[in-house]
T-cell receptor, first 115, second 114 residues
Framework: AQSVTQLGSHVSVSEGALVLLRCNYS??????LFWYVQYPNQGLQLLLK??????LVKGINGFEAEFKKSETSFHLTKPSAHMSDAAEYFC?????????????FGKGTRLHILP | DTGVSQNPRHKITKRGQNVTFRCDPI?????LYWYRQTLGQGPEFLTY????????KSRLLSDRFSAERPKGSFSTLEIQRTEQGDSAMYLC????????????FGPGTRLTVL
């Protein structure tokens, strides 16, 4: 079975500071990994995805994530936080071998940006 | 590309009533997924369709829940005899088979059962 664990349900950073949201995955098969963002009362928007083409994945809004198989991690980073980054972020996993399968989501990390 | 749309956006109902939600996927997408999200949690998978065929149902989908995608385009999710525990955001997503499982989500329908 696949799963993801997001470390920290709430993270606060100052505007302009580094954003680091942690995600560890568990999968017995090569995974696809995703980060989604959710603004209040909205659906989920895909930030970036890992599909095994490259371990460092760049996404929208200046976010990037690095796939580390040895650490089973897929942490999300952004060099400089903006107020508009305040939202809920979800790490997610699905099965590469069974494409188009359901996605398994973590519980989410709410990012707070301090002025 | 108009994106995934869901109607209604909000639904308030009394316990015991039936409710139906609709999802219109991106037009060229042949996979359609339903998820449920409760407060403070990530979305949980309910069911998915490829064209009109329902391929998998989660154990979360009790017999009070039924989903259809009759013509392989829009989908409906019906909840019969609603309970307070059904209160949640119901999310729909769609994708194109053969990609990297990039699922595009709609804005969701928030259900409140009184």
């Amino acid at each position: 079975a696949q799963s993801v664990t997001q470390l920290g349900s709430h993270v606060s950073v100052s505007e302009g500071a580094l954003v680091l949201l942690r995600c560890n995955y568990s999968s017995s098969v090569p995974p696809y990994l995703f980060w989604y963002v959710q603004y209040p009362n909205q659906g989920l928007q895909l930030l970036l995805k890992y599909t095994s083409a490259a371990t460092l994945v760049k996404g929208i809004n200046g976010f990037e994530a690095e796939f580390k198989k040895s650490e089973t991690s897929f942490h999300l980073t952004k060099p400089s936080a903006h107020m508009s980054d305040a939202a809920e972020y979800f790490c997610a996993v699905s099965d590469q071998a069974n494409r188009d399968d359901k996605i398994i989501f973590g519980k989410g990390t709410r990012l707070h940006i301090l002025p | 590309d108009t994106g995934v749309s869901q109607n209604p956006r909000h639904k308030i109902t009394k316990r015991g009533q039936n409710v139906t939600f609709r999802c219109d996927p991106i037009s060229e997408h042949n996979r359609l997924y339903w998820y449920r999200q409760t407060l403070g949690q990530g979305p949980e998978f309910l069911t998915y369709f490829q064209n009109e065929a329902q391929l998998e149902k989660s154990r979360l989908l009790s017999d009070r829940f039924s989903a259809e995608r009759p013509k392989g385009s829009f989908s409906t999710l019906e909840i019969q005899r609603t309970e307070q525990g059904d209160s949640a955001m119901y999310l729909c997503a769609s994708s194109f088979v053969g990609g990297y499982n990039e699922q595009f989500f709609g804005p969701g329908t928030r259900l409140t059962v009184l």
